[in-house]
């Protein structure tokens, strides 16, 4: 109830003052809303560049994965050719 009552004279304070400063508060008003603008704007551009770096991240590690399996194929078929090699250097040597 406080609270209540409280905000309803904080209103009525509110609209009285602007009512008896109301040029003064327009002056605020006009020299706030450019700096507002140009805070808002800096702010924009700084996550906007923040947001293209980390697509540019992701698009460097796709292009790095495709070159991992084919290393992974080429080392597979490296193993394959060794296994076989020893095999046949066993039988050599067995016979």
């Known amino acids: 109830m406080k609270t209540l009552i409280g905000g309803a004279i904080g209103a009525v304070l509110g609209i009285i ?3 008896v400063w109301w040029k003064p ?3 605020l008003l006009a020299g706030a809303i450019p700096a507002m603008l140009l805070l808002g704007g800096g702010l924009a551009l700084y996550l906007g560049f923040d947001e293209l ?18 290393d992974t194929n ?10 076989k ?4 250097l ?5 016979a």
């Not at 066993?90 to 067995?94: A, H, M, R």
């Open 90 to 94: 066993k039988s050599e040597k067995k």
């Open 17 to 19: 003052g602007l009512s």
């Open 85 to 88: 090699e020893v095999e046949a």
């Open 25 to 27: 508060f327009l002056q």
């Open 53 to 70: 770096k980390d697509t540019w991240k992701k698009e460097d590690t796709t292009a790095d994965s495709s070159f991992k399996t084919d």
């Open 74 to 83: 080429k080392y597979k078929q490296e193993v394959e050719d060794l296994k």
